[in-house]
């Protein structure tokens, strides 16, 4: 199924630009590195000093 999917959107969504492989390329790279990175995203965003809408505290855990 996912493979069909990628030729399809290779094959019909933004034919003829060129520019259809380079975004499916863009859109599995940066899905694989938000995965491989998620902690490090997680972290980043719980060291931003938001306060808990519940309690006020700025201390967060993932």
Known sequence: MPVGGFWAWVAYLLAG????LPIVI???GG???ILVLKDKI???IVNRGYKCPE???VDWEA
């Open 17 to 20: 630009t060129g520019l259809a």
């Open 26 to 28: 863009a859109m599995i």
């Open 31 to 33: 899905g694989v590195g």
């Open 42 to 44: 997680v972290q980043f």
């Open 55 to 57: 309690c006020g505290k």
